[in-house]
Protein backbone atom coordinates (compact mmCIF):
# COMPACT_ATOMS: atom_id res chain seq x y z
CA UNK A 1 0.00 0.00 0.00
CA UNK A 2 2.61 2.60 0.61
CA UNK A 3 4.91 1.45 -2.68
CA UNK A 4 1.50 2.16 -4.42
CA UNK A 5 1.40 5.90 -3.53
CA UNK A 6 4.01 8.58 -5.14
CA UNK A 7 2.84 11.08 -2.32
CA UNK A 8 2.09 9.24 1.18
CA UNK A 9 2.48 11.30 4.12
CA UNK A 10 2.00 9.83 7.24
CA UNK A 11 1.42 11.33 11.05
CA UNK A 12 4.00 10.16 13.99
CA UNK A 13 1.78 7.34 15.14
CA UNK A 14 0.76 5.65 11.71
CA UNK A 15 4.43 6.17 10.76
CA UNK A 16 6.21 4.50 14.03
CA UNK A 17 3.44 1.54 13.70
CA UNK A 18 4.11 0.51 9.75
CA UNK A 19 7.76 0.86 10.76
CA UNK A 20 7.10 -2.25 13.98
CA UNK A 21 5.29 -3.94 11.12
CA UNK A 22 8.21 -3.96 8.75
CA UNK A 23 10.93 -4.71 11.66
CA UNK A 24 8.88 -7.71 12.44
CA UNK A 25 7.99 -8.87 8.76
CA UNK A 26 9.38 -12.13 7.23
CA UNK A 27 10.14 -10.29 3.77
CA UNK A 28 13.46 -10.10 2.78
CA UNK A 29 15.70 -7.22 3.49
CA UNK A 30 15.91 -5.60 0.37
CA UNK A 31 12.10 -5.51 -0.01
CA UNK A 32 11.59 -4.08 3.66
CA UNK A 33 14.51 -1.71 3.13
CA UNK A 34 12.59 0.32 0.37
CA UNK A 35 9.83 0.15 1.75
CA UNK A 36 10.92 1.76 5.24
CA UNK A 37 12.96 4.25 3.25
CA UNK A 38 9.65 5.29 2.08
CA UNK A 39 7.75 5.62 5.46
CA UNK A 40 10.58 7.41 6.22
CA UNK A 41 10.46 9.92 3.17
CA UNK A 42 6.22 10.26 4.12
CA UNK A 43 6.64 11.77 7.17
CA UNK A 44 4.88 14.46 7.15
CA UNK A 45 6.97 17.92 7.63
CA UNK A 46 4.51 19.36 9.89
CA UNK A 47 4.67 16.94 12.89
CA UNK A 48 7.67 16.46 15.04
CA UNK A 49 8.97 13.39 15.55
CA UNK A 50 9.21 11.78 19.20
CA UNK A 51 11.33 9.87 21.38
CA UNK A 52 9.38 6.81 20.43
CA UNK A 53 9.43 6.99 16.63
CA UNK A 54 13.36 8.21 16.94
CA UNK A 55 13.50 4.71 18.93
CA UNK A 56 11.65 2.65 16.15
CA UNK A 57 13.74 4.18 13.40
CA UNK A 58 16.87 2.86 15.79
CA UNK A 59 15.02 -0.38 15.75
CA UNK A 60 15.11 -0.59 11.94
CA UNK A 61 18.94 0.38 11.71
CA UNK A 62 19.53 -2.17 13.82
CA UNK A 63 17.67 -4.86 12.25
CA UNK A 64 17.99 -3.90 8.52
CA UNK A 65 21.39 -2.02 8.81
CA UNK A 66 22.46 1.98 8.59
CA UNK A 67 23.76 1.97 5.09
CA UNK A 68 20.65 1.68 3.12
CA UNK A 69 18.31 3.98 5.23
CA UNK A 70 21.13 6.74 5.75
CA UNK A 71 19.74 8.79 2.95
CA UNK A 72 16.06 9.22 4.42
CA UNK A 73 17.13 9.45 7.68
CA UNK A 74 19.61 12.63 6.78
CA UNK A 75 16.56 14.11 4.63
CA UNK A 76 14.19 13.54 7.84
CA UNK A 77 16.22 15.44 9.77
CA UNK A 78 16.84 17.98 7.52
CA UNK A 79 13.78 18.77 6.56
CA UNK A 80 13.51 22.41 6.15
CA UNK A 81 9.86 23.18 6.21
CA UNK A 82 9.87 20.89 9.69
CA UNK A 83 13.05 22.78 11.27
CA UNK A 84 11.83 26.07 11.00
CA UNK A 85 10.54 28.24 13.73
CA UNK A 86 11.49 25.20 16.11
CA UNK A 87 12.28 25.45 20.38
CA UNK A 88 15.61 24.54 21.55
CA UNK A 89 14.38 21.62 22.91
CA UNK A 90 12.74 19.88 19.87
CA UNK A 91 16.75 19.87 18.02
CA UNK A 92 17.83 18.30 21.62
CA UNK A 93 15.67 15.73 20.33
CA UNK A 94 17.54 15.31 17.19
CA UNK A 95 20.87 15.27 18.72
CA UNK A 96 19.67 12.66 21.65
CA UNK A 97 18.38 10.40 18.43
CA UNK A 98 22.35 10.64 17.06
CA UNK A 99 24.03 9.73 20.33
CA UNK A 100 21.43 6.85 20.71
CA UNK A 101 21.62 5.77 17.54
CA UNK A 102 25.43 6.13 17.95
CA UNK A 103 25.64 3.89 21.14
CA UNK A 104 23.52 1.20 19.98
CA UNK A 105 24.94 0.86 16.55
CA UNK A 106 28.16 0.42 18.55
CA UNK A 107 29.91 2.41 15.05
CA UNK A 108 30.09 6.10 13.66
CA UNK A 109 26.35 5.38 12.15
CA UNK A 110 25.29 8.64 14.25
CA UNK A 111 28.13 10.74 14.45
CA UNK A 112 27.10 12.53 11.71
CA UNK A 113 23.63 13.20 12.00
CA UNK A 114 24.60 14.80 15.71
CA UNK A 115 26.58 17.39 13.53
CA UNK A 116 23.10 17.63 11.22
CA UNK A 117 21.04 18.34 14.63
CA UNK A 118 23.91 20.90 15.89
CA UNK A 119 24.41 22.63 12.37
CA UNK A 120 20.46 22.50 12.74
CA UNK A 121 20.14 24.82 15.58
CA UNK A 122 23.29 26.51 15.35
CA UNK A 123 21.57 28.42 12.04
CA UNK A 124 17.61 28.51 12.59
CA UNK A 125 16.49 31.98 13.25
CA UNK A 126 15.01 32.64 16.97
CA UNK A 127 11.33 32.58 16.48
CA UNK A 128 9.89 31.01 20.49
CA UNK A 129 10.78 31.77 23.55
CA UNK A 130 12.61 28.84 24.71
CA UNK A 131 11.19 26.38 27.21
CA UNK A 132 14.22 26.61 29.43
CA UNK A 133 13.61 24.66 32.28
CA UNK A 134 13.46 21.44 29.90
CA UNK A 135 15.73 22.76 27.67
CA UNK A 136 18.06 22.23 30.58
CA UNK A 137 17.12 19.45 32.11
CA UNK A 138 17.68 17.70 28.83
CA UNK A 139 21.02 18.98 28.43
CA UNK A 140 22.29 17.90 31.71
CA UNK A 141 20.43 14.04 31.46
CA UNK A 142 22.69 14.17 28.32
CA UNK A 143 25.74 14.97 29.41
CA UNK A 144 25.21 11.88 32.12
CA UNK A 145 24.16 9.56 30.11
CA UNK A 146 26.62 9.94 27.06
CA UNK A 147 29.50 10.79 29.46
CA UNK A 148 31.56 8.47 27.53
CA UNK A 149 30.96 11.05 24.15
CA UNK A 150 33.13 14.28 23.48
CA UNK A 151 29.78 16.82 24.04
CA UNK A 152 31.59 20.07 23.80
CA UNK A 153 30.07 20.76 20.20
CA UNK A 154 26.61 19.77 21.91
CA UNK A 155 27.03 22.55 25.37
CA UNK A 156 28.56 25.02 23.05
CA UNK A 157 25.99 24.79 20.36
CA UNK A 158 23.22 25.22 23.29
CA UNK A 159 24.46 27.94 25.13
CA UNK A 160 24.86 29.94 21.66
CA UNK A 161 21.08 29.39 21.15
CA UNK A 162 20.51 30.91 24.76
CA UNK A 163 22.55 34.02 23.97
CA UNK A 164 20.98 34.40 20.21
CA UNK A 165 17.74 34.40 22.16
CA UNK A 166 17.91 36.18 24.88
CA UNK A 167 16.09 39.44 23.71
CA UNK A 168 13.14 36.87 24.09
CA UNK A 169 14.42 35.46 27.39
CA UNK A 170 12.55 35.82 30.97
CA UNK A 171 14.06 36.08 34.08
CA UNK A 172 13.01 32.75 34.73
CA UNK A 173 15.04 31.96 31.76
CA UNK A 174 18.02 33.53 32.85
CA UNK A 175 17.70 31.85 36.13
CA UNK A 176 17.64 28.39 34.14
CA UNK A 177 20.98 29.43 32.05
CA UNK A 178 22.61 30.10 35.76
CA UNK A 179 21.52 26.65 36.93
CA UNK A 180 23.39 24.82 33.60
CA UNK A 181 26.72 27.42 33.34
CA UNK A 182 27.33 26.13 37.19
CA UNK A 183 26.37 22.92 36.64
CA UNK A 184 28.73 22.27 32.94
CA UNK A 185 31.34 23.80 35.59
CA UNK A 186 30.72 21.31 38.13
CA UNK A 187 31.50 18.43 35.85
CA UNK A 188 34.72 20.08 34.78
CA UNK A 189 34.53 18.54 31.25
CA UNK A 190 33.70 21.96 29.51
CA UNK A 191 36.95 24.15 30.28
CA UNK A 192 36.45 27.59 31.82
CA UNK A 193 33.21 28.59 29.64
CA UNK A 194 34.87 32.21 29.56
CA UNK A 195 32.79 33.40 26.56
CA UNK A 196 29.81 32.04 27.24
CA UNK A 197 30.21 33.33 30.66
CA UNK A 198 31.07 36.32 28.74
CA UNK A 199 27.85 36.49 27.23
CA UNK A 200 25.39 35.77 30.24
CA UNK A 201 27.15 38.84 31.75
CA UNK A 202 25.71 40.97 29.22
CA UNK A 203 22.57 38.92 29.04
CA UNK A 204 21.41 39.29 32.69
CA UNK A 205 22.28 42.64 33.18
CA UNK A 206 20.09 43.64 30.21
CA UNK A 207 17.57 40.98 31.82
CA UNK A 208 16.99 42.79 34.78
CA UNK A 209 14.57 44.95 34.48
CA UNK A 210 11.68 44.02 36.51
CA UNK A 211 12.13 45.22 40.20
CA UNK A 212 8.73 42.97 40.74
CA UNK A 213 10.02 39.55 39.57
CA UNK A 214 13.56 40.02 41.23
CA UNK A 215 12.33 40.56 44.40
CA UNK A 216 10.21 37.75 44.21
CA UNK A 217 13.01 35.36 42.95
CA UNK A 218 14.73 36.67 45.80
CA UNK A 219 12.68 35.61 48.05
CA UNK A 220 11.79 32.46 46.90
CA UNK A 221 13.65 29.49 46.62
CA UNK A 222 15.90 29.99 43.63
CA UNK A 223 17.32 33.65 45.36
CA UNK A 224 20.90 31.03 45.56
CA UNK A 225 20.47 31.13 41.63
CA UNK A 226 20.27 34.93 40.94
CA UNK A 227 22.94 35.54 43.86
CA UNK A 228 24.92 33.58 41.15
CA UNK A 229 24.10 34.96 38.49
CA UNK A 230 25.58 37.98 40.28
CA UNK A 231 28.67 36.20 40.72
CA UNK A 232 29.21 35.85 37.20
CA UNK A 233 28.39 39.06 36.17
CA UNK A 234 30.70 40.49 38.68
CA UNK A 235 33.22 38.53 37.46
CA UNK A 236 32.68 38.24 33.73
CA UNK A 237 30.88 41.52 33.13
CA UNK A 238 31.98 45.06 31.65
CA UNK A 239 31.60 48.22 33.77
CA UNK A 240 28.38 48.96 30.99
CA UNK A 241 26.87 46.00 32.67
CA UNK A 242 27.55 46.56 36.39
CA UNK A 243 26.13 50.19 35.93
CA UNK A 244 22.78 48.44 34.18
CA UNK A 245 22.67 45.95 37.16
CA UNK A 246 23.51 48.89 39.92
CA UNK A 247 20.91 51.03 38.67
CA UNK A 248 18.62 47.68 38.39
CA UNK A 249 19.12 46.87 42.22
CA UNK A 250 18.40 50.83 43.25
CA UNK A 251 15.58 51.21 42.05
CA UNK A 252 13.64 50.43 45.48
CA UNK A 253 14.63 50.05 49.07
CA UNK A 254 12.41 47.05 49.36
CA UNK A 255 14.51 45.47 46.28
CA UNK A 256 17.33 46.54 47.63
CA UNK A 257 17.22 45.12 51.34
CA UNK A 258 16.53 41.69 50.11
CA UNK A 259 19.43 41.82 47.73
CA UNK A 260 22.06 42.54 50.23
CA UNK A 261 20.40 40.02 52.76
CA UNK A 262 20.35 37.35 50.31
CA UNK A 263 23.94 38.09 48.86
CA UNK A 264 25.32 37.86 52.35
CA UNK A 265 23.20 34.39 53.02
CA UNK A 266 24.00 32.86 50.22
CA UNK A 267 27.70 34.15 49.16
CA UNK A 268 28.77 36.14 52.48
CA UNK A 269 30.92 39.43 52.33
CA UNK A 270 33.23 38.82 49.65
CA UNK A 271 30.45 39.19 46.53
CA UNK A 272 28.75 42.17 48.31
CA UNK A 273 32.03 44.04 49.02
CA UNK A 274 32.57 43.34 45.11
CA UNK A 275 28.94 44.57 44.21
CA UNK A 276 29.72 47.09 46.16
CA UNK A 277 32.23 48.39 44.10
CA UNK A 278 31.72 47.47 40.70
CA UNK A 279 28.19 48.18 41.20
CA UNK A 280 26.88 50.77 43.64
CA UNK A 281 29.16 53.22 44.73
CA UNK A 282 28.73 54.76 41.70
CA UNK A 283 25.35 55.78 42.12
CA UNK A 284 23.42 57.49 44.62
CA UNK A 285 20.13 57.14 45.65
CA UNK A 286 19.19 60.77 44.61
CA UNK A 287 19.53 60.14 41.01
CA UNK A 288 19.61 63.61 38.57
CA UNK A 289 18.07 61.39 36.30
CA UNK A 290 14.24 62.98 35.88
CA UNK A 291 12.80 59.67 34.33
CA UNK A 292 13.91 57.65 37.67
CA UNK A 293 12.18 58.51 40.29
CA UNK A 294 13.92 56.86 42.94
CA UNK A 295 13.06 58.95 45.95
CA UNK A 296 9.50 57.84 46.37
CA UNK A 297 10.91 54.57 46.22
CA UNK A 298 13.36 54.83 49.45
CA UNK A 299 11.22 57.12 51.49
CA UNK A 300 10.07 55.91 55.06
CA UNK A 301 6.11 57.30 55.48
CA UNK A 302 4.66 56.26 59.22
CA UNK A 303 1.42 57.49 59.79
CA UNK A 304 1.35 61.00 61.26
CA UNK A 305 4.39 61.51 60.81
CA UNK A 306 6.37 63.51 58.49
CA UNK A 307 7.78 61.55 55.75
CA UNK A 308 11.71 60.46 56.07
CA UNK A 309 13.77 61.12 52.33
CA UNK A 310 16.78 59.45 52.15
CA UNK A 311 20.21 60.67 51.83
CA UNK A 312 22.00 60.12 48.50
CA UNK A 313 24.27 57.42 50.13
CA UNK A 314 21.63 55.63 52.00
CA UNK A 315 22.78 52.24 50.17
CA UNK A 316 26.37 52.50 50.56
CA UNK A 317 25.19 53.29 54.29
CA UNK A 318 22.98 49.96 54.84
CA UNK A 319 26.21 47.46 53.50
CA UNK A 320 28.34 49.56 55.97
CA UNK A 321 25.75 48.56 58.47
CA UNK A 322 26.32 44.92 57.81
CA UNK A 323 29.91 44.70 56.53
CA UNK A 324 31.54 47.82 58.89
CA UNK A 325 35.02 46.29 57.58
CA UNK A 326 33.78 46.62 54.10
CA UNK A 327 35.31 49.97 53.34
CA UNK A 328 38.75 48.70 54.49
CA UNK A 329 39.25 45.41 52.57
CA UNK A 330 40.77 45.26 49.18
CA UNK A 331 39.76 43.17 46.53
CA UNK A 332 41.33 40.77 44.31
CA UNK A 333 42.74 43.50 42.56
CA UNK A 334 44.47 45.38 45.84
CA UNK A 335 41.58 48.01 45.54
CA UNK A 336 39.67 49.78 48.61
CA UNK A 337 35.82 51.19 47.90
CA UNK A 338 37.39 54.70 47.99
CA UNK A 339 39.47 53.74 44.68
CA UNK A 340 36.20 52.54 43.13
CA UNK A 341 34.03 55.52 44.22
CA UNK A 342 36.65 57.97 43.54
CA UNK A 343 37.33 56.92 39.73
CA UNK A 344 33.60 56.48 38.87
CA UNK A 345 32.64 59.21 36.53
CA UNK A 346 29.15 58.97 37.42
CA UNK A 347 30.03 58.77 41.52
CA UNK A 348 28.59 61.66 43.26
CA UNK A 349 30.63 63.88 45.63
CA UNK A 350 27.79 62.19 48.51
CA UNK A 351 28.70 59.20 48.07
CA UNK A 352 32.48 59.82 47.84
CA UNK A 353 32.47 61.57 50.62
CA UNK A 354 30.67 58.99 52.72
CA UNK A 355 32.74 56.30 51.74
CA UNK A 356 35.93 58.74 52.59
CA UNK A 357 34.55 59.16 55.78
CA UNK A 358 34.20 55.61 56.96
CA UNK A 359 37.67 54.59 56.17
CA UNK A 360 39.54 57.92 56.29
CA UNK A 361 43.26 56.52 55.91
CA UNK A 362 42.45 55.57 52.10
CA UNK A 363 42.47 59.25 51.18
CA UNK A 364 46.25 58.31 51.60
CA UNK A 365 46.45 55.30 49.56
CA UNK A 366 47.42 55.04 46.18
CA UNK A 367 44.95 53.14 43.59
CA UNK A 368 47.51 50.02 42.50
CA UNK A 369 45.28 49.96 38.93
CA UNK A 370 46.57 53.11 38.33
CA UNK A 371 49.23 55.07 41.11
CA UNK A 372 46.66 57.50 41.42
CA UNK A 373 45.80 58.98 45.43
CA UNK A 374 41.77 59.06 45.40
CA UNK A 375 42.19 63.00 45.23
CA UNK A 376 43.64 62.55 41.93
CA UNK A 377 41.41 60.13 40.82
CA UNK A 378 38.27 62.38 41.81
CA UNK A 379 39.96 65.54 40.00
CA UNK A 380 40.75 63.43 36.74
CA UNK A 381 36.44 63.06 36.55
CA UNK A 382 36.14 65.87 36.66
CA UNK A 383 34.77 66.04 40.61
CA UNK A 384 36.57 68.82 41.99
CA UNK A 385 34.61 69.20 44.86
CA UNK A 386 35.36 65.29 46.08
CA UNK A 387 38.79 66.05 45.31
CA UNK A 388 39.54 68.96 47.24
CA UNK A 389 37.70 67.46 50.06
CA UNK A 390 39.98 64.19 49.65
CA UNK A 391 43.03 66.69 49.96
CA UNK A 392 42.44 68.25 52.41
CA UNK A 393 42.38 65.21 54.58
CA UNK A 394 46.15 64.23 53.75
CA UNK A 395 47.44 67.68 52.61
CA UNK A 396 51.43 66.31 52.95
CA UNK A 397 50.56 64.41 49.40
CA UNK A 398 51.05 67.73 47.46
CA UNK A 399 53.28 69.62 49.64
CA UNK A 400 56.99 68.35 47.90
CA UNK A 401 55.61 69.46 44.71
CA UNK A 402 55.18 68.05 41.07
CA UNK A 403 58.05 65.69 40.24
CA UNK A 404 59.57 66.53 37.29
CA UNK A 405 62.04 64.25 35.16
CA UNK A 406 65.66 65.33 35.69
CA UNK A 407 65.87 65.46 31.57
CA UNK A 408 62.98 68.02 31.20
CA UNK A 409 64.33 70.09 34.49
CA UNK A 410 67.80 70.33 32.30
CA UNK A 411 66.50 71.32 29.10
CA UNK A 412 64.01 73.67 30.69
CA UNK A 413 66.75 75.33 32.74
CA UNK A 414 69.06 76.13 29.90
CA UNK A 415 66.34 77.28 27.97
Known sequence: VVGSKRM???DVKSCQSLLQL??????????RIHIVNKIIAGLSSYVEPDELLYDTIIDAVEKLGHEGLSNNIEGMLNDTKRNTGKDICFFLK???????LNKRTAGEA??????????????KPITLRPDSTTAVSSILDMISTYNDNDLSNVVQACLNFFHRSATQQSLDTLMCRTYLLKQLLVTNKFGSLEQSLVEFAADFARGCYSCLRSKEILEGERKGVFIQATDFLVDFGTQNEWDKFGKHIIQSMNLFSVFIDAVIGVSGERLLRDVLNK???QYSIVDPDPRRILIPNWTVRKPNEPDILPTPSLHFQMVLELIPS?????????????????????????VIMEVFKAYKQAASIRDPTTGLFPFQLAASNGN???????????PNLVSSGIYIHDRKRKRSSSA
Open 8 to 10: SKF
Open 22 to 31: LIKSRKNIAS
Open 94 to 100: MMEFALK
Open 279 to 281: CLL
Open 326 to 350: VVQTKDKDERLPLHYAAASPTASYD
Open 384 to 394: VEAAHGLLLAN
Open 110 to 123: GLNYLEIAINNLSR
